[in-house]
């Protein structure tokens, strides 16, 4: 740029280049003040007029040549007449007496060509041709807006002293120098070549007062400050955050690779791990007998006891990986196995059966010491000691207890009294435990409205999934009993208050039962065709959320696809908008910002507006400290899912893990840290993390954990998986890294949202059918195991073929 910038200044100052430069010919810098304004980019240093030379600047930045200005020159910018051109003197003016100049023109001639040239005293441009007289009044006004700088130093450099170096520094790269000709200080920046007359301390200082005393305009395009971190988390793909940064679009460089790599090197070490111990159990088992079992359960004294309580996603994942021949795990849970949450909508439909995305317990991992069927119901933190309250899985017919004599003639059992659920419950049994592992979930917040507790039902469990599923089922019949057949108006309307279905709660939960119910309904209520065809104008699925969108996890685009989607298919989405008061046949509804309100006479209510904290939870915290008390009831943890404890002692024993856990992480588009949301994807990967810990043998008494000295370890095979760790630098024990993947959610019609992420980084986001094709990939894809794989994609093929089950058990 230099160099042909030069070459067309040469061309200009030849005959040959008079030719084709505009009237005005070459222009140079106006004063330094106003060289920084210009933000000039292609420099030539000092051309005078009659030359067109560039001169050159000694070792200490000083300028050499005909002009000594310090501003450097460029190619259509200002500056005032250099030292070596002369005013015309008063012979020469008299020539040209006769013919006056503009107000503010002054003649000179260039002492090299005795060429006259013009300068103008307002905006300090200078032209090889004599100006006209209309362009004086242009120069005024740039003289009133783009010089006023300089004005204003000449009018204070008089009476100012300007500053010493020792009395004010100047910033690095600055240094200072004098112009020949005025005698006035300029400083140079060395970094991009800018000038000024102005010390650059006094510079920043005004122009940060300019900046808090300019006027904002009233619909500025551009957000305010405090909303910028909201705006960026609004942008739904990587590409606009990049465009909003002024970055490469296309350059995915914010994915946290070291994260991905990490977690990838992880499941490598969980594989083997699970496959190391299988075999290990085959071998143990095949050569095992009755004496060898007693001395393994007298070996148990040397194996850590690991309680783990609960069979949710932490629980499920920690029990998974978890190395049962150098921990000894037993985990309570009043329900004997995991459940694949995300697809209980689904099974409350019949499009899936509960059964397959279930997983015991015990399966899981068939080496785990013992599950112990019962709830967590006291705690003593500081001897590590739990109390455990036996509880069964009652069916009408009862059960058979343990017979305590045999009938010697024909070693049968003799035949007892069938014991219920009240006369084996509230048995508790003390259970010792050297590492506490606390995964019980969270519970259903409805207590908060009235009649919500006792009418609405929920989807947290496969069993929640099967009472709602018969509920459905039943109000189908009532409305087909033939005491409510008819076209009379009563008869109508108690027929569409039976089939009417309301779904409180606008998260994943509420918008996918509401799609799968209102997809079951019209395929059942297809006229001509559907087993319930007569119902075919009666039902109806009304979806009720408090908020201004639905899935506020979601972007606002998908949000308001999710809603259009439903209304689309026929559901009535109800937002901003409360529960009052649930009855077992209506309920009272109150929009936000209205004191009225309505009445819905329905047939069933599902509940899926929020969580609480179980009462486990809230009796373990009475023994904690107050430093424990998280946002919600939660228990709040630090990086390593410790949570806090009364003494030294028992500290680094209890890891809080999943919907109970509280802890706070950095994100990405945020100066304030978040809370991790409860999801399934956190509460997962929490406990592969916790088993990780354990497994390594990490000293958890310690922070950070450390893995203990060699010797001192009682392991005799740990020197392979220390020397692993020790070669990924994990002899401390890293903090839990979450990364986020992205969300999926159904909205009923073959339809999904998917929004797909690594870490805070959104990737891509889509709806409709191909995200519906992604949605079941996934969730195919992260089932537990391949029986349930095959269990599932057979239900969805039956469904599609032969249409969901009516039956009701």
Excluded at 60 to 82: D, K, Q, R, V, W
Excluded at 187 to 216: C, H, L
Aim: overall charge negative; hydrophobic content about 35%.
């Amino acid at each position: 740029m230099r160099v042909s910038t030069a070459v067309l200044l040469l061309l200009a100052l030849s005959d040959v280049g008079q030719g084709f430069l505009p009237t005005g010919g070459l222009q140079r810098h106006a004063f330094p003040a106003l060289s920084s304004w210009a933000g000039g980019s292609s420099y030539l240093d000092n051309i005078s007029p009659s030359t067109g030379t560039t001169t050159d600047k000694d070792d200490n930045n000083n300028i050499n040549g005909a002009a000594t200005h310090p501003a450097e020159l460029s190619y259509g910018t200002t500056m005032g007449p250099s030292q070596a051109a002369l005013p015309v003197t008063q012979d020469q003016h008299m020539n040209v007496e006769n013919d006056m100049m503009p107000e503010g023109w002054t003649m000179y001639y260039d002492p090299e060509s005795g060429n006259p040239y013009y300068y103008c005293d307002i905006d300090g441009t200078t032209s090889w041709d004599r100006p006209a007289a209309h362009e004086t009044a242009a120069a005024a006004a740039v003289q009133l807006e783009s010089n006023s700088a300089m004005n204003s130093y000449q009018q204070t450099s008089a009476v100012v002293p300007e500053p010493t170096e020792e009395d004010d520094p100047l910033p690095e790269g600055w240094t200072m120098h004098v112009d020949p000709q005025s005698g006035h200080p300029y400083y140079y920046f060395e970094a991009d070549g800018t000038s000024s007359w102005e010390r650059p301390q006094q510079q920043q200082q005004q122009a940060a007062t300019a900046t808090i005393t300019a006027p904002v305009e009233e619909e500025s395009p551009i957000p305010e400050e405090q909303d910028m971190e909201r705006f960026l988390k609004m942008v739904s793909t990587e590409i606009g955050v990049k465009t909003l940064n002024k970055q490469n679009p296309f350059a995915i460089t914010d994915v946290p690779y070291d994260v991905v790599l990490s977690k990838g090197f992880d499941q490598i070490e969980d594989s083997i791990m699970k496959t190391r111990q299988k075999m290990a159990a085959e071998r143990y088992y095949a050569n095992t007998d009755d004496d060898d079992f007693v001395g393994a359960e007298e070996e148990d004294g040397r194996r850590p006891t690991v309680l783990v309580l609960g069979t949710g996603w932490a629980a499920h994942a920690f029990v998974k990986v978890a190395n049962t021949f150098d921990l000894r795990v037993v985990v309570v849970s009043p329900v004997n196995h995991f459940v694949f949450t995300p697809m209980l909508a689904s099974a409350a439909v019949g499009t899936v059966e509960p059964r397959s995305m279930t997983e015991p317990i015990r399966v899981s991992n068939p080496t785990i010491d013992n599950y112990v069927e019962g709830r967590a119901v006291g705690i003593d933190v500081a001897n590590k000691e739990l109390t455990v309250e036996v509880t069964s899985k009652q069916t009408d017919e009862g059960i058979i207890p343990m017979a305590t004599e045999m009938d010697n003639e024909n070693g049968e059992s003799p035949q007892s009294t069938i014991y219920y659920e009240s006369d084996i419950n509230n048995k508790l049994i003390q259970l010792k435990y050297d590492h506490l592992i606390c995964a019980v979930g969270t519970g259903v917040r409805s207590s908060m409205v009235e009649g919500a507790e006792e009418h609405c039902y929920n989807l947290k469990t496969s069993d929640d999934s099967k009472r709602l599923r018969t509920a459905i089922g039943e109000a189908l019949e009532f409305a087909s009993r033939p005491e409510i057949r008819g076209s009379d108006y009563a008869l109508t309307q108690e027929r569409k208050r039976r089939v009417r279905f309301v779904i409180i709660g606008g998260g994943p939960t509420g918008v996918e039962l509401a799609g799968e119910l209102n997809d079951f309904l019209q395929e059942i209520c297809e006229p001509k065709v559907g087993a319930y065809q007569r119902l075919a104008n009666d039902y109806q699925v009304m979806l009720v959320h408090g908020g201004p969108d639905l899935l506020p996890m979601f972007n606002p685009d998908l949000r308001k696809r999710a809603k259009e989607s439903l209304e689309a298919q026929g559901v009535e989405v109800r937002l901003n908008t409360r529960i009052a008061k649930v009855k077992s046949n209506f309920v009272k509804l109150q929009k936000k910002g209205s004191d009225e309100l309505e009445v819905v006479p329905n047939g069933v209510t599902v509940w899926g507006a929020g969580n609480e904290p179980v009462p486990f939870v809230q009796e373990m915290l009475s023994q904690l400290p107050e430093s424990a008390k998280g946002s919600a009831g939660r228990i709040n943890v630090d990086p390593w899912l410790r949570c806090p404890t009364p003494t030294a002692e028992s500290f680094g024993s209890i890891l809080v893990l999943g919907d109970v856990a509280c802890l706070e992480v950095d994100t990405k588009y945020s100066s304030v840290p978040a809370i991790l949301p409860q999801t399934a994807q956190v509460a997962g990967q929490q406990g592969y993390f916790a088993a990780r810990l354990l497994n390594r043998g990490y000293d958890l008494a310690q922070t950070p954990p450390r893995l203990p000295k060699k010797e001192d370890h009682p392991f005799d095979d740990f020197s392979l998986l220390r020397i692993w760790l020790m070669v990924r630098g994990l002899e401390e024990a890293p903090d839990f890294n979450f990364l986020n993947l992205g969300l999926l959610a159904y909205v009923g019609g073959g339809e999904a949202l998917t929004q797909v992420q690594v870490g805070d980084v959104p990737l891509f986001d889509f709806a409709g059918k191909f995200a519906f094709a992604l949605w079941r990939s996934v969730y195919l894809a992260k089932q537990v195991d391949s029986r349930n794989q095959a269990m599932i994609s057979f239900d969805w093929l039956r469904s599609n073929v032969y249409g969901r089950d009516i039956t009701r058990f």
